[in-house]
């Protein structure tokens, strides 16, 4: 089988059956509308010895071949996956993981989701919020994404002004701003044409960061670990 792309699936280790996998999750919303968001039935259901379930991150990039796998499914496994997976916690963090790694395209999957976390040790649930103490190794990384943030946070107003280059309510500037900057008028208020891209020092360092775990991929150092 050929691909035509490397599948972004992070971390994708092995469920820990018996608390994700063997639990039946019910929606609540289908029976009790705004109380509970979901409720746990009382009995736990067997695990099948025919494939094997990986969890990680719920953001994944995903190529044209994989997603057509998985609509159609040829021999029966992303269906089967999405049926047991539907009364599951957090379905979105281990279908395309267990699709993937059960699969021809296990030797293709990468293992990130390029985005900056600070996780406790173990992990717990949800990740710190970042703040300006942050910044440095941040914008060091080249990650293009990153969460948790409070509500006007100060580290998200240092990332418009020194690295995005943005203005207080203004959009970000590019090289279609042919208006000179100063202090009173916006570069911004006079385009020319929108479609000129040209890569800023950030987009080096992604380029750089996407290179790197490309090339790790190569190495064999896939996500489909048990």
Known sequence: MVHS????????YLFCRSQRVQPIIVDA???????NQFFQATEKRDTPDSFKFF?????????????EYCIFGWENLPR???????????????????????S???????NNDLRYMIWDNPPQMEPHFLNVTHYDELVGTGVPFARKF?????????????????WHQRPVPGAWCTGRRR???????QWSNVNIVRPGPQAEKFRTYINQIMEESKSGNNSCKQ
């Open 5 to 12: 792309a490397l599948l972004l699936v992070s971390a994708a």
């Open 29 to 35: 919303g289908v029976y009790l509308a705004g109380r």
């Open 55 to 67: 969890t990680g991150s719920p953001w994944v990039i995903l190529n044209r071949r994989f997603v």
């Open 80 to 102: 089967t996956l999405l049926m047991y997976l539907t009364n599951v916690m957090l379905p979105l963090e281990g279908y395309f993981h267990s699709v993937a790694c059960n």
């Open 104 to 110: 021809d395209f296990r030797n293709f999957t990468v």
């Open 150 to 166: 409070k509500e006007n946070e100060p580290l998200l107003d240092k990332i418009d002004d020194q690295v995005l280059r943005r």
């Open 183 to 189: 202090w009173f008028s916006d570069p911004c208020s």
